[in-house]
């Protein structure tokens, strides 16, 4: 009996076939595998960049810094921040565990995908007063009506503890947006900033999440009296410029809070600082991520969301007997 004849008794017909398909087919090559990863891809991941550098230029500038600063105040270095405050190096090393770490990696996994390339400091204050007496100090005299802010040119973060950690959040999204989309529209820098003024960590701790918050009234006031602009009004025209910065940043931090509500947030930031050069406002890179072309269906169905946000009526325009729309008052 043949060898051939022999292995089509023992094993079938259907057995034999696979077995020469087995052997037919092609070898993996050393870098290859069945399936799992695309050719050409690397089979291991890239050496984490070294930041050996910059924790040397926070450190070298938490040494350099304490000679003009008040003796009572700690410095500590945490790259790419440098924290420095009328707190205890333990008060700041605990505020740095619990609240900037956490925060900064959230926001990073989130949004922003290039690290600062020079030290970030931070100065923190107790109290009102110390707060004021620091503004001055640092030449920020006249800005106390605001519980922090960030100098983009100092790359300074200064910010008054008393008032809650919502305004730490605030300003470190501007912070770590600065070094990530430096070209980022005005109202959007607002608008983000301002929506982790008040928010939560995700259940992952991986992320922000921002919630309602005071703002609120000034939309509902600004609703009421049909002075809303619409989305295309608002992203054109110079963040602050009209006067009414209260309504500004409440409508910024309301867009900011629908799109995170539709899950595109995250996605719109990106399109944002890829479509930065052609959309300088964000405009069309907005409606993109909404689904739409059309500017006025956005508008409808975000201020279809804030009524129902805000639980707000629907209001109609009033009409004087001329039949000319009037705006109420």
């Known amino acids: 009996m043949s060898w051939f004849r022999s292995l089509l008794l023992t094993f079938g017909p259907m057995g034999l076939i696979g077995m020469c398909y087995v052997a037919a087919a092609p070898t ?24 050996a550098e910059l924790e040397q ?20 270095s945490r790259s790419p921040f440098v924290l420095m405050g009328d707190l205890s190096d333990n008060e700041l090393h605990d505020l740095w565990r619990r609240t900037v770490a956490p925060t900064a990696r959230a926001l990073s996994v989130g949004y922003f995908d290039r690290l600062p390339q020079q030290p970030i400091l931070l100065v923190v204050l107790s109290s009102d007063e110390s707060y004021r007496a620091a503004l001055t100090f640092l030449g920020h005299s006249g800005r106390h009506e605001y519980a922090g802010l960030y100098d983009r040119e100092e790359r300074r973060l200064v910010f008054n503890l008393s008032t809650g950690e919502g305004t730490l959040a ?27 003024e008040e928010c939560q960590f995700s259940d992952d701790g991986l992320r922000l999440v921002g919630l309602a918050n005071w ?115």
């Open 28 to 51: 993996p090559g050393p870098f290859e595998t069945w399936g799992i990863m695309p050719a050409g891809r690397p089979a291991a991941l890239p050496p984490r960049p070294d930041h």
């Open 215 to 329: 703002r609120g009234e000034a939309l509902r006031q600004a609703y009421q009296r049909q002075q809303l602009p619409t989305l295309t009004q608002f992203v054109n025209h110079r963040f602050g410029s009209r006067g009414r910065t209260a309504l500004e940043y409440a409508y910024a931090r309301y867009l900011c809070l629908y799109l995170q509500e539709r899950q595109v947030l995250e996605a719109f930031y990106r399109k944002c600082r890829a479509n930065a050069e052609l959309d300088p406002t964000g405009g069309w890179s907005l409606f993109e991520v909404l689904g739409t072309n059309d500017p006025d269906r956005a508008d409808r169905e975000f201020r279809r969301w804030l009524r129902k946000e805000l639980n707000l009526k629907l209001v109609e325009p009033t009409a004087n007997h001329s039949g000319i729309t009037l705006s109420r008052r």
């Open 57 to 76: 230029a926070c450190d070298d500038w938490a040494r350099d810094v304490v000679q003009d600063i008040p003796e009572s105040w700690a410095v500590i």
């Open 170 to 196: 605030h300003e470190l999204t501007h912070a770590l947006a600065h070094a990530d989309f430096p070209e980022m529209p005005e109202w959007f820098d607002e608008g983000l900033a301002s929506l982790h």
